[in-house]
């Protein structure tokens, strides 16, 4: 445990999270000013920038608990191997705070084992992740995470969260879409429930980067007094260390020559404590594994490594402990690592010789940092390979001419040297050596519409990649399982992070697929491949084929297929058998989340010991106004929020007691079902097979694309239209228009009068109610803004004329009379009605469903509303969860719990 003589010094908590006895004036700083707020911080490398950021955060919202500082820290990073890097970091400084404040570091980088920071947004934590996947998650949409937790993990994001946007130079577009996100957010701060800032942070910041038209207003305050290393401070140290320069031009295709370049550099370089470093960056992964095969046909040099993005982590893992950090260096190495941009920045090592392909100046800037960072001299040299459009890829000719420009007034890359440099450039030149111009630019109407989560009939969803990467570098992620011939994989089957590799998706088409023409597209897998996509309406892996081959899915392929080599990465050429990756065991609570959020019908979170309905709703309820209670909302919406949250959870899953889903839990062998209409949970023993099938009790009808939630929703409008049809959130506001139109009032069937639960829904204003039975509908991230028939409600054979169901609930089904209520009084049986799905209004439930959304997104805005779902959801996730005995069955079965 940390020890601090003075909990109210930054100095002392800086000095027990790091070791160092004094901080940076700039992390000083930073960790001192007791606002948050969005900012810059541009910091050369080698100057703790890592451990500068965690010590200010955790200061502020650990030590102190200020609740003006948010409770995530979300560090996004350009690459997978600055994310490891940055979580080895976070976990050591997380490790050396008080056991009882310590905050949780979670890595998001797609497959199965990424942990549930999403079902505790009460507590502090460190997520790290790529900006595919972050950014992705921050759109609504995010990459390989189940659909169904999309809602939670955006309303999260953007809310109670400190962004990190770290090593910007590498984002492209991915930048901009930060900016805009931060923009839009300021435009929502007064209806915003909790706070969410960004910091952006590189070696090479321009505040110039992040203006747009929706950023300009903003623009001015994120800009000012940004974290700099002023000139007065510019001593000692790193800046007192050399880098000499010499630029060269080799033909790009002149492989054989820039190897021979590389080692003789590499044979004038003399050791020092960390031995003999050559790095090597080039621009592409294909120039990269053509230099390193060459330097290892030369077999001159004892180590030769190979570092780019399309390893799996599985092989990376290895990275550090071998060749990627201090430790790894002794007087005796004798190493050249050949990378590509990966390198840039984040990574431990210091180069005695740095030999790079001319890049883009900001690129170039960061690929110096790793020359000489742990001291002494460096010799850079810096190879011209071609900057025609030919050429130039993955960069622009005239960022390449730009650069060359400015090398040749420079015999010194120290940063000292290039500080002194750019601080004698005119600011047009300064332009012209940092330009940015984002190929996309993200709007807010195309913001609010990813709200809506729901997918069309075939599947489909709106394309965010080209706000995340440009170009060709937007990346599926791939992993290889042993299947025989005939196998396809199981449904269970989820991949994991260490299994996964990330590929170009269009790369990708061309392997699986081949190379298409103007006269054949090769929409399906070549012969010989094997591949599969996940269905989220299926519920199963399906053959990919290329136009399912999108950025952001998960792609199983059959091991025997190749394209993989531990040795090299992704190859598409390798033919060789694959080999497994081993793999951690998954907990049964995880994996049944994860398969419940996976798939359209899954229902894995109601597989548990038996429950009733106003048991497990109950303690919904008090989960959920305990984290109400802890998140701090703000003071005036307080009481109200937490009152519909509480309501939320005691009627979420009223629409249990259909008939469908009553049906699903029957009795097996030992397994005896208790005789009651109204359980939430049963063993998974007792669920009808294949998983998915809801079958009335008596077997006179089957509802396989049931949605329960929406049931319960539908059920709160019957509350209404039962006891109270004038409501102002159902017919009130429009009695008038009706009786002028001449529309008659259906006669209601007399009822005594409601029991307290049914009085606090009748006692619901219209917004509260709409904010009610909106997040009953969608707490499970299924039923969202559209209220559409499903594929499988459309294979519905209506036998009665009452017409197609809506999410397996059809026009008058009826729910039970059941207990809701400790005291067992029952509700009235109530006859459900889709007419909320209707467009326009109607003359029984008023307002249509997708206009009571809009109301709520016009209220809270769309990151506000999936806020407050991700809250009813954690606390339906936890008291899912809970080994508690439920009172109304320990009479029924005289005390036991267990049947």
């Not at 001159?300 to 092989?315: D, K, M, N, W």
């Not at 392909?357 to 960061?366: D, F, K, N, T």
């Not at 397994?671 to 099938?693: I, S, Y």
């Amino acid at each position: 445990m940390m020890h601090m003589t003075n909990p109210r010094d930054f100095g002392s908590w800086f000095l027990g999270l790091t070791g160092h006895p004094t901080c940076w004036p700039w992390q000083d700083q930073l960790g001192v000013g007791a606002a948050c707020r969005d900012r810059l911080i541009r910091i050369p490398t080698g100057l703790g920038k890592t451990e500068g950021v965690l010590a200010a955060w955790s200061f502020h919202r650990v030590a102190h608990a200020d609740d003006q500082w948010p409770r995530r820290l979300v560090w996004c990073l350009p690459m997978r191997v600055l994310v490891e890097q940055t979580d080895e970091v976070a976990k050591r400084l997380a490790a050396r705070m008080p056991e009882n404040q310590r905050p949780e570091v979670h890595v998001v980088m797609g497959g199965e084992d990424v942990g549930e920071w999403f079902i505790y947004p009460e507590r502090p934590a460190i997520i790290i992740g790529t900006q595919d996947m972050l950014l992705s998650r921050a759109l609504n949409r995010g990459y390989t995470s189940a659909r169904a937790r999309w809602p939670v993990e955006f309303g999260l994001l953007n809310h109670d969260a400190l962004w990190v946007m770290d090593e910007v130079q590498l984002m492209d577009v991915g930048l901009a879409t930060s900016a805009q996100l931060q923009a839009f957010r300021a435009q929502d701060r007064s209806r915003s429930l909790r706070p969410c800032y960004t910091w952006w942070m590189s070696a090479t910041l321009q505040s110039e980067w992040l203006k747009s038209v929706d950023t300009a207003e903003h623009h001015a305050e994120w800009a000012s007094n940004p974290c700099v290393v002023e000139p007065a401070q510019r001593t000692g140290g790193l800046w007192d260390v050399r880098k000499t320069l010499t630029v060269k031009t080799i033909e790009h295709d002149h492989t054989g020559e820039f190897a021979q370049r590389i080692l003789t550099e590499h044979a004038a370089i003399t050791a020092g404590d960390y031995g003999r470093i050559t790095l090597v960056v080039c621009n592409t992964v294909d120039r990269a594994c053509a230099t390193f095969d060459a330097l290892q046909d030369a077999g001159r040099v004892s180590s030769i490594e190979l570092v780019h993005s399309r390893f799996r982590p599985a092989e990376r893992e290895g990275w550090r402990e071998r060749f990627l950090s201090r430790a790894a260096c002794s007087r005796d190495t004798d190493r050249i690592i050949v990378a590509t941009q990966v390198v840039e920045a984040g990574v431990d090592i210091s180069a005695g010789c740095l030999v790079t392909e001319l890049a883009p100046w900001p690129s170039l800037v960061q690929r110096f940092g790793r020359c000489a960072r742990y001291g002494g001299s460096g010799q850079v040299v810096v190879v011209d390979r071609g900057r025609d459009d030919a050429t130039a890829a993955p960069y622009l000719s005239e960022e390449l001419e730009s650069a060359w420009e400015s090398l040749q007034t420079l015999g010194d890359v120290s940063i000292a040297g290039l500080e002194s440099h750019e601080e004698s450039l005119t600011p047009e030149a300064l332009i012209k050596l940092y330009p940015f111009a984002p190929a996309h630019l993200l709007l807010r109407r195309e913001f609010d519409e990813l709200f809506d989560t729901t997918p069309d009939l075939t599947g489909a969803d709106l394309d965010i990649s080209r706000f995340i990467r440009s170009g060709d570098e937007r990346d599926l992620y791939v992993f290889w399982i042993e299947l025989e011939k005939s196998e396809s994989p199981h449904a269970k089957r989820r991949p994991q992070r260490r299994e996964l590799c990330a590929v170009p998706f269009l790369k990708a088409r061309d392997w699986l697929c081949g190379e298409e023409t103007k006269t054949n597209r090769k929409p399906k897998l070549r012969g010989g491949f094997r591949a599969w996509v996940w269905d989220w309406i299926e519920g199963e892996w399906v053959e990919a084929n290329r136009a399912s081959l999108l950025p952001g899915r998960f792609v199983c392929v059959a091991a025997a297929c190749g394209g993989y080599r531990p040795e090299r990465g992704f190859d598409p050429e390798s033919r060789t058998a694959v080999p497994d990756v081993p793999l951690a065991a998954i907990p049964n609570d995880v994996e049944a989340l994860d398969e419940a959020d996976d798939r359209q019908d899954g229902e894995n979170l109601s597989y548990n010991e038996w429950k009733t309905i106003a048991c497990h709703s109950a303690e919904v309820a008090n989960v959920v106004r305990d984290i109400a209670n802890a998140v701090g909302l703000p003071d005036n919406l307080q009481d109200e929020l937490r009152h519909i949250l509480t309501l939320a959870g005691r009627w979420h899953d009223w629409g249990k007691s259909h008939p469908a889903f009553q049906g699903a839990m029957r009795s097996k062998g030992e397994v005896q079902r208790p005789n009651r209409p109204d359980l939430a949970k049963g063993p998974d023993e007792a669920w009808l097979r294949p998983r998915g099938t809801y079958r009335f009790p008596d077997d006179s009808d089957t509802r396989p694309a049931f949605r329960h939630e929406l049931a319960s929703a539908l059920a709160l409008f019957a509350v209404l239209e039962t006891f109270a049809p004038q409501h102002p959130a159902l017919l009130g506001p429009w009695s008038d228009a009706f009786a002028w139109m001449g529309h008659q009032a259906t006669p209601r069937p007399t009822f005594s009068p409601p029991s307290p639960v049914i009085q606090e829904i009748l006692d619901c204003s219209a917004e509260a109610f709409d904010l009610l039975v909106y997040l009953v509908a969608s707490h499970h991230g299924k039923v969202r803004v559209a209220l559409h028939a499903a594929p499988k409600d459309q294979e519905y054979r209506d036998r009665d004329g009452r017409g197609l169901p809506i999410r397996g609930v059809r026009e008058g089904d009826q729910l039970p009379a059941i207990a809701m209520d400790h005291d067992g009084s029952l509700l009235p049986e109530i006859s459900l009605t889709l007419e909320p799905a209707a467009i326009g209004l109607s003359t029984r439930t008023g307002a249509s469903w997708r206009e009571r959304c809009v109301g709520l997104l016009d209220r809270f805005g769309p990151a506000g509303l999936a806020y407050l779902e991700s809250l009813l959801r954690a606390a339906d996730v936890r008291a899912s969860r809970l080994k508690s005995s439920d009172s109304a069955l320990n009479r029924e079965f005289g005390g036991r719990n267990d049947i």
